[in-house]
């Protein structure tokens, strides 16, 4: 029907090999990587035996499935509890168990496979080294079809709720060049392993003293791409398009520099204050902050209903600025500038973070939520001008009235005296 190539967005359909496949049988151009590279990076096992060849560090763990849980317990206890128990094929931080005693193995580890079949067709499992702090720190790659692999630096993407990110930024605040040069090499060779075309992201953990590990290569353009995009310059779409129309990358590693600082902030339709539970309904009001070095991505209008199907995102909120600092200043403003009712959202918990001294001094790591925001009445606004008068009458009320109920017949009730008040208020 006279179409040329697919480019599969980053939903299900772009991590999909047997998708890819069928595109390509008909003729059409898949904009991505090979079916092979896709069902390769698929599995977190077959990804790390991949990249073994390489001099890649791996965080410590079982590199097969577990299928002797006595051996499987012997190897968690050698590396030291707490553990992780993964799903191979798991995506999203779905599939993820932390072991904290070796008395509770058997039990999570039985949970963890049947979690892996239900949610991912593929029961196989295996153990990590459960990092106390981590970050998590990402290198964008892009490869072209005459084999030239270059990386576009990292995003830091350590605030993150539930194994998911939340808000990302580009570049880290605590990487060196040396450092980001060698996770850049590292990422470059994870992508050589699989042959790899396309835009792809190779994911590190990086430990308190700055030790980096292997996590897993997403085989797609990713969310949080537009940060890359602002501080390279680059339309990493455009690139997609012309890597996958057999054009050789214009540009080599030593033509790539990093400029300016940029913050992404998913926008979820969430409840920050119930646990960043999905909150559905209608947009009522839906208004978009403007301006320098504010981006927008979204797909919604004033009106329109928040499905319940999927990640309940409805923008990613995008700030770019000359460095950090500036960066953080313009997504405060487009924060308290951007107007949406009818749902809860994840902006309020935003401007906790753009606020909060840890994320100001570049000094946090995945644990952020549970550290600093055990309690999510912060959130809560400060009173308005009117709630505040409000309150004041009616302490006043009740106070009076608790003095005069043995003089006074019939004492004002706080409601008709707050409706008085607000007679006078608008005359
Ligand atoms: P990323 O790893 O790019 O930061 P997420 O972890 O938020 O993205 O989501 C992982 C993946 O789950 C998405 O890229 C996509 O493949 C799938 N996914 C999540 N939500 C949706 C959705 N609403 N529609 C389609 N796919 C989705
Ligand atoms: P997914 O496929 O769901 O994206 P990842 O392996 O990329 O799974 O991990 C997602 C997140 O889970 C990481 O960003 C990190 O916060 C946490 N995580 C994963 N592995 C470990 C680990 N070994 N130790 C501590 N945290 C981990
Ligand atoms: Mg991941």
Known sequence: MGVDAIHPGYGFLSENAQFAQQVKEAGITFIGPSPNAIELMGSKLAAKAAVAQ???????????????????????????????IKAS?????????????????EEQMQLAVSEATSAFGNGAVFIEKYIGSPRHIEIQ???????????????????????????????????????????????VDVAKACDYVGAGTVEFLLDENLNFFFLEMNTRLQVEHPVTEQITGLDLVKEQIKIAQGAPLSFSQKDLSINGH?????????????????D?????????????????????????EIPIYYDPMIAKL??????????????IRAIDEYQITGIETTLPFGRFVMEHEAFRSGNFDTKFIQ??????????????????????????????????TSTSTTPATPTSAMSDWRKNRLK
Do not use: W
């Open 141 to 187: 790659v892009l490869g072209d079809t005459h084999g030239n692999i270059v990386h576009l630096f990292e995003r830091e993407c350590s605030i993150q709720r539930r194994h998911q990110k939340v808000i990302e930024e580009a570049p880290s605040a605590v990487l060196t060049p040396e450092l980001r040069a060698q996770m850049g090499r590292c990422a």
């Open 262 to 278: 940029a913050l992404e902030l998913r926008v979820y339709a969430e409840d920050p204050t119930n646990n960043f539970l999905p």
């Open 371 to 404: 550290r600093y925001f055990q309690d999510p009445s912060v959130l809560k606004p400060a009173p308005s001008q009117e709630e505040a008068e409000i309150a004041a009458v009616l302490a006043a009320l009740f106070a009076g009235q608790t003095k005069e």
């Open 89 to 105: 094929a798991g995506g999203g931080g779905k599939g993820m168990r932390v072991v904290e005693r070796v008395t509770e193995f």
């Open 54 to 84: 390489y001099n890649i560090p791996m965080v410590p763990g079982t590199e097969y499935a577990i299928t002797d849980l006595e051996e499987a317990k012997v190897i968690a206890t050698n590396i030291g509890f707490p553990i992780l």
């Open 280 to 304: 559905i309904g209608t947009l009522t009001t839906y208004k978009r902050p403007q301006g320098l070095g504010v981006r927008v991505d979204d797909g919604f209008e004033e009106g329109m």
């Open 318 to 331: 995008v700030t770019f600025g000359k460095d950090r600092q500036d960066a953080i200043d313009k997504m």
